[in-house]
């Protein structure tokens, strides 16, 4: 049986092996908001190959964000999913 590879924890190794998870966040936030740009105008083009590029930079981008302040991004959304569920379940 092949072994479930977690692409987040392959994103958080590359980070850490490039130094990434020690730079400044600020640089990782202006990245952030590069990509999303750049995928602001793949919406607007309706490039579905460049969408799912923006899509995929901005969570490599997210996870290394997250990993600078100690925590996951899986944590992030799932706490995120959490709160949606019990907001949903009151109404």
């Known amino acids: ?3 479930e590879v977690n692409v987040f924890d392959l994103i958080r190794d590359w980070s850490k092996a490039k130094g990434i998870d020690k730079a400044e ?9 590069e990509k999303f740009v ?6 607007q083009k309706n490039d579905q190959k460049e969408i799912e590029d923006a899509i995929g930079d901005s969570m490599v981008v997210l996870t290394i964000l ?5 925590v996951t991004v ?8 959490t709160v ?3 907001k949903e379940r009151k109404v």
């Open 84 to 86: 949606m569920a019990e």
């Open 66 to 70: 997250s990993q600078m302040y100690n």
């Open 1 to 3: 049986m092949v072994e």
């Open 38 to 43: 750049e995928l602001s105008i793949a919406i």
């Open 74 to 81: 899986e944590k992030c959304v799932c706490d995120t999913y």
């Open 25 to 33: 966040p600020s640089k990782q936030m202006l990245k952030l908001i």
